[in-house]
């Protein structure tokens, strides 16, 4: 018998041939982001929807802990919490998504940020030093730890801007992006938000519709929303809106041709006028509506009004 000849793993000796399926498993989510920017509460709302969550697990252990839980019935949708407390973060975390992908798992990376602004403001509530602070200025801590995670953040598989979200529509958002569906091929989520609030740092796309009339300087509109008839009959019957909403449908159609080519997951299309209460949020509605038809080649489509009722 030869080298050749000699049974392997894979093909005993009897001729018959096994295949070896990598484990199955519903969901895996690998969460992380600034600190500050809401990994725990995250994770919080994954383990009120039955997740199983390890927090502050060292990026060494991911591939470990996916392993043991593997063939655990009551522990097939499993979430890891990792943070930069850890030595070399982003080159371990590297080499266990890599680990994972060679075991026939692909984890959703989710990535939480915020605005340096509402992470200052947030440490500064609770008393804390960042965790690079060191003995610097909170700020510097902040801003080394983005610089860390730059290029983790680019290849998440989405990124969630918290920088205005309270609690309850950080736990809808998560909600909304988890929902396990095999059939979805891409989220779509098409957002309204206002400028003076500042751009969503989670945004793939933003259009401006601050070039068209706004509804706030027209008293009788002023207290409609862009939801309302009144604000969008002004707003949509505009030749330049209308112009530009055409223009930005078929970018958006030809973007998601290739978004769906490339394997992406999620997408953020976001849509800002100046307070995000009239153009913006008519605009997000009517484009969802025109492109509502993608969904037949599965893709779903949400919309989300950051900045609606700030005002």
């Known amino acids: 018998m030869t080298l050749e000849d000699a049974p392997t793993d894979h093909q005993p000796a009897d001729g018959t041939t096994l295949t070896t399926d990598p484990p199955r498993r519903s969901d895996v989510v690998i969460l992380t982001g600034m600190s500050g920017a809401g990994r725990t509460t995250a994770g919080d709302v994954l383990e009120d929807r039955g997740w199983f969550v390890v927090d502050n697990l060292p990026p060494s252990m991911i591939v470990e802990l996916m ?48 605005s340096d602004e509402s992470l200052v403001r947030r440490f500064d509530a609770v008393r804390r030093p960042h965790p690079l602070q060191g ?44 929902t396990s569906d095999t059939a979805v091929r891409l989220r779509l989520a098409v957002m309204s938000f206002g400028f003076k609030y500042g751009i969503p740092l989670d945004a793939d796309v933003v259009l401006d519709l601050r070039f068209l009339p706004n509804p706030y300087w027209i008293p009788e509109l002023r207290s409609y929303t862009g939801k309302d008839a ?10 330049l809106a209308k112009k530009f909403i055409g223009h930005a449908e078929q970018l958006l159609r030809t973007a998601v041709e290739g978004y769906l080519l490339e394997g992406r997951r999620y997408v953020t299309v976001a849509v800002g006028c100046t307070g995000g209460k009239h153009r913006s949020v008519a605009t997000a509605e009517e484009l969802a509506l025109r492109l509502a038809d993608l969904e037949d080649r599965g893709v779903t489509l949400t919309t989300f009004h ?6």
């Open 67 to 114: 392993d043991v839980t593997a063939d655990d019935p009551q522990r097939q949708k499993v979430a890891a919490i990792v943070d930069v407390r850890s030595r070399d973060f982003t080159n371990e975390l590297s080499h266990a998504l890599d680990a994972l992908g060679a075991r026939g798992w692909r984890p959703r990376v989710l990535f939480v940020d915020a």
């Open 135 to 178: 003995e610097g200025l909170l700020l510097d801590g902040i801003r080394r730890e983005r610089r860390m995670l730059a290029g983790l953040r680019s290849n998440a598989d989405l990124v969630v801007d918290t920088s205005n979200y309270n609690v309850h529509q950080l736990t809808a958002r998560v909600d909304s992006i988890l």
């Open 230 to 239: 009144e604000v969008r009959d002004f707003v949509l019957g505009q030749d």
């Open 306 to 311: 950051r900045d609606l009722g700030r005002e």
